[in-house]
């Protein structure tokens, strides 16, 4: 199982999950000739990609949506919510879901967890590699987690996880207090110190790599984003890698161990 962040943040969201045999775009935040660049970058065929799963309409998840879905022919899962939303993916192949269903690929599943944001009916996703049992989850645009949200990810192998903002960075940065109190609301975005207690929540022997996206260029940075899971992971038995997903690169393979390998980790107590 492996993720390619094809980039994330304000200006555009693309995510690949890759078990093999399957391929799945989580979200398509970018114009087509951008992913299009973005996909040559990872080497990747956009014509090999499975399905889009677009987890909430704003723009820097769904912009490309349209166009890419019909240029290169992807059926296109999202919630009844979002397609309400986004009425021009009646053009496309759309595949209406509810969230919390799971949702069934070659050999992949998605199970869809509702989120707290701001959007009409907004998900996040966890991928399952079917042979294997490899686990990656995609969480991004969540103002605050739930328990249910907390006992899918569990078990994951490889979290991308949103870390928005530094709680000082926000109050000193550009936005007017309305916007500032919206992104740091229950239905905005996690601040870094949301995001690693989230993330160390979720430590476990198998967890190999926690990779922090949608992190905003006007409220923290990556350094910021890093030290504050770097350190509350530290006090955990984690022992995989944290990294800072860019906004304007293509980051990855993120590499999933497979169920055996995994399996030989748990025996020798990682
Ligand atoms: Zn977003
Ligand atoms: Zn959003």
Not at 148 to 176: I, Q, T
Request: aromatic share 4%; proline share 3%; hydrophobic share 45%.
């Amino acid at each position: 199982m492996k993720v390619w962040v094809l980039g994330s943040g304000s200006r555009g969201n693309a995510i690949v999950v890759d078990s093999g045999s399957t391929r799945v775009l989580v979200d398509a935040g970018f114009s087509s000739r951008e992913l299009r660049r973005r996909f040559a970058a990872a080497d990747i065929a956009p014509e090999s990609i499975e399905g889009l799963v677009v987890t909430h309409e704003h723009g820097d998840h769904a912009c490309g949506a349209l166009r890419a879905a019909r240029r290169w022919k992807w059926p296109v899962h999202a919630t009844t919510g979002t397609i309400t939303a986004m009425p021009e993916l009646a053009y496309t192949d759309v595949r209406p879901f509810a969230a919390g269903d799971t949702l069934t690929f070659s050999s992949m599943t998605i199970q869809t967890v509702s989120t707290s944001h701001d959007a009409n009916d907004p998900v996040a996703v966890v991928a399952t590699d079917t042979p294997s049992g490899a686990r990656v989850a995609v969480v991004t645009d969540l103002g605050r987690e739930s328990l249910k949200l907390r006992s899918v990810l569990r078990d994951v192998d490889v979290l991308v996880l949103e870390s928005n903002h530094d709680d000082v960075l926000l109050a000193r940065g550009p936005y007017p207090i309305s916007v500032q109190r919206r992104i740091a609301s229950a239905t905005g975005h996690l601040s870094n110190r949301e995001a690693s207690a989230l993330a160390r929540a979720c430590v476990h022997s198998g967890l190999q790599h926690v990779v922090l996206a949608h992190i905003s260029q006007q409220c923290n940075t990556a350094d910021h984003a890093l030290a504050a899971a770097s350190a509350a992971l530290a006090r955990s038995r984690f022992r995989g890698r944290v990294t800072a997903a860019p906004q304007d690169a293509v980051q990855g393979a993120f590499v999933a161990a497979t169920g055996r390998s995994r399996a030989v980790q748990l025996a020798l107590g990682f």
